[in-house]
């Protein structure tokens, strides 16, 4: 059974950057496509990125040119990093399998932008 544990969030400026990391346990990551999602107060939860199995990336309208999507294969990590950050861009963040998440959810790691 897979675990995952998202983190690396928190409060940050407009403008701002941070890296977030989802660390897996009981599945090697690199043989899946995986995505991190996104969920904003009073919203549905909505995919931002995805790295495919040959590590091709796809992002959403409102992630690129400002996001990129990674893995560490050796750590069994994925990882997000967030760069020229909006008070749109504040939701708990999670990783999942993607295009559709099959794994149970993990707890998410909350990003907050804000001045």
């Known amino acids: 059974q897979v675990q995952l544990v998202e983190s690396g969030g928190g409060l940050v400026q407009p403008g701002g950057s941070l890296r977030l990391s989802c660390a897996a346990s009981?599945?090697?990551?690199?043989?899946?496509?995986m995505g991190w999602y996104r969920q904003a107060p009073g919203k549905q939860r909505e995919l931002v990125a995805v790295i495919t199995r040959g590590d091709s990336t796809n992002y959403a309208d409102s992630a690129k040119g400002r996001f990129t999507i990674s893995r560490d294969n050796a750590k069994n990590t994925l990882y997000l990093q967030m760069n020229s950050l909006k008070p749109e861009d504040t939701a708990v963040y999670y990783c999942?399998?993607?295009?559709?998440?099959?794994?149970?959810w993990g707890q998410g790691t909350q990003v907050t932008v804000s001045s």
């Open positions: 999942n399998t993607g295009v559709t998440p099959s794994w149970t």
């Open positions: 009981g599945k090697f990551l690199s043989i899946y496509t």
